[in-house]
T-cell receptor
Framework: DAKTTQPTSMDCAEGRAANLPCNHS???????VYWYRQIHSQGPQYIIH???NNETNEMASLIITEDRKSSTLILPHATLRDTAVYYC????????????FGGGTRVLVKP | GAVVSQHPSRVICKSGTSVKIECRSL??????MFWYRQFPKQSLMLMAT?????????EQGVEKDKFLINHASLTLSTLTVTSAHPEDSSFYIC????????????FGPGTRLTVT
């Protein structure tokens, strides 16, 4: 699986949009970008995934650059409950494929 | 989304004893489940891949005789920590992927193991 690079930490203001970047310059054509988050002392939570088109769901939006070498997860209106570690992972979407977690970005939403 | 449960949520055991952790997929069948371990302030580390009806595949450095994995049905995988020691104290998390989407994985809430 391709390696990803994320900032170690970031702060954002409650009610504002939070933009979380991820670099994956060695991504292969058949690798998807997945985002998960882990709130303290809980199991990771799936957020969103995409291949090359931008994606949106009830939790977030995922913007993937045209060359697919980077992406941005957008939390449109951050709340205090969005404080968590956010992980960007790229991998082939296939049965049995494991997820490899990097360090992630520790996001602190401040009132 | 798909739901994965774990039991117990936290357990304290004495050094030298064994403890079993259950992972269940509640609303879908999972032929493959994964077990992770997480130490404080660290990321998740994959321990093993659990395959229904066959032997688990362990990651390098994980002792298969110490961490016994059984995946006897399409909705249940168990991890047994044998002869536990204080250094086995950790947060253990399981996951399973749903085949309804693009193989996104769903995680259990985790089990906090403390060995005294």
């Amino acid at each position: 699986d391709a390696k990803t690079t994320q900032p170690t930490s970031m702060d954002c203001a409650e009610g504002r949009a939070a933009n979380l970047p991820c670099n994956h310059s060695t991504i292969s054509g058949n690798e998807y970008v997945y985002w998960y988050r882990q709130i303290h002392s809980q199991g990771p939570q799936y957020i969103i995934h995409g291949l090359k088109n931008n994606e949106t769901n009830e939790m977030a939006s995922l913007i993937i650059t045209e060359d697919r070498k980077s992406s941005t997860l957008i939390l449109p209106h951050a709340t205090l409950r969005d404080t968590a570690v956010y992980y960007c992972i790229v991998r082939v979407a296939a049965a049995g494929n494991k997820l490899t977690f990097g360090g992630g970005t520790r996001v602190l939403v401040k009132p | 989304g798909a739901v994965v449960s774990q039991h117990p949520s936290r357990v304290i055991c004495k050094s030298g004893t064994s403890v079993k952790i259950e992972c269940r997929s509640l609303d879908f069948q999972a032929t493959t489940m994964f077990w992770y371990r997480q130490f404080p302030k660290q990321s998740l580390m994959l321990m093993a891949t659990s395959n229904e009806g066959s032997k688990a595949t362990y990651e390098q450095g994980v002792e298969k005789d110490k961490f016994l994995i059984n995946h006897a049905s399409l909705t249940l995988s168990t991890l047994t920590v044998t002869s536990a020691h204080p250094e086995d104290s950790s947060f253990y998390i399981c996951s399973a992927y749903s085949t309804s989407g693009v193989y996104e994985q769903y995680f259990g809430p985790g089990t906090r193991l403390t060995v005294t």
